[in-house]
T-cell receptor, first 115, second 115 residues
Framework: EAGVAQSPRYKIIEKRQSVAFWCNPI?????LYWYQQILGQGPKLLIQ????????DSQLPKDRFSAERLKGVDSTLKIQPAKLEDSAVYLC?????????????FGPGTRLTVL | AQTVTQSQPEMSVQEAETVTLSCTYD???????LFWYKQPPSRQMILVIR??????QNATENRFSVNFQKAAKSFSLKISDSQLGDTAMYFC????????????FGQGTRLTINP
């Protein structure tokens, strides 16, 4: 079974530029999550989708971050404009359904460096 | 809001030894899930073990076991017969059962198994 796919794996941009990350969850997984993991910290949930609807985006900085999951399958996370403090690993995860019985499977992450 | 605290930033043991990683959490919920995740260097985060708060019996998965003390809000991970492949960052995480079901992670413990 294929795992969660993310691209690109690495991205270096200058501050005030835009960047987009892509995630393809495990086939059949209804729930998709985007996490931000700053170096030396645990992941922090940015946004959570159930199919193509947003369940929780309370920690998403909406003035610069946006995310969509238009067809309820793959998802994109965008930052516009980027700031230095956005340097982090962005992790995508998916699960069959929205409860703790269903394991969250994580992708390899995208490491973003903002100069 | 729930918080998760891992007080040991780094630990190091010899191969085949037993090691215990500490985790405490704060919540007013009576029922929830607790997790330990492993993040090897440059590799994906994977679930090690899960505990449901309403279950009194401590979860075990092969060499991994937990000591869940609900009243003390403590959730430690014991790794027996440690192996070189256990070298990784370990994250403790909390998830509510009611309401927004998102993972809240601790800061992580970097575990090194020495040959």
């Amino acid at each position: 079974e294929a795992g969660v796919a993310q691209s690109p794996r690495y991205k270096i941009i200058e501050k005030r530029q835009s960047v987009a990350f892509w995630c393809n969850p495990i086939s059949g997984h209804a729930t998709l999550y985007w996490y931000q993991q700053i170096l030396g910290q645990g992941p922090k949930l940015l946004i959570q989708f159930q199919n193509n609807g947003v369940v929780d985006d309370s920690q998403l900085p909406k003035d610069r971050f946006s995310a969509e999951r238009l067809k309820g399958v793959d998802s994109t996370l965008k930052i516009q404009p980027a700031k230095l403090e956005d340097s982090a690993v962005y992790l995508c995860a998916s699960s069959l359904a929205l409860d703790g019985h269903n394991e969250q499977f994580f992708g390899p992450g995208t490491r973003l460096t903002v100069l | 809001a729930q918080t998760v605290t891992q007080s040991q930033p780094e630990m190091s043991v010899q191969e085949a030894e037993t090691v215990t990683l500490s985790c405490t959490y704060d919540t007013s919920e009576s029922n929830y899930y607790l997790f330990w995740y492993k993040q090897p260097p440059s590799r994906q985060m994977i679930l090690v073990i899960r505990q449901e708060a309403y279950k009194q019996q401590n979860a075990t998965e092969n060499r991994f076991s937990v000591n869940f003390q609900k009243a003390a809000k403590s959730f430690s991970l014991k790794i027996s017969d440690s192996q070189l492949g256990d070298t990784a960052m370990y994250f403790c995480a909390f998830m509510r059962i009611q309401g927004a079901q998102k993972l809240v992670f601790g800061q992580g413990t970097r575990l090194t198994i020495n040959p």
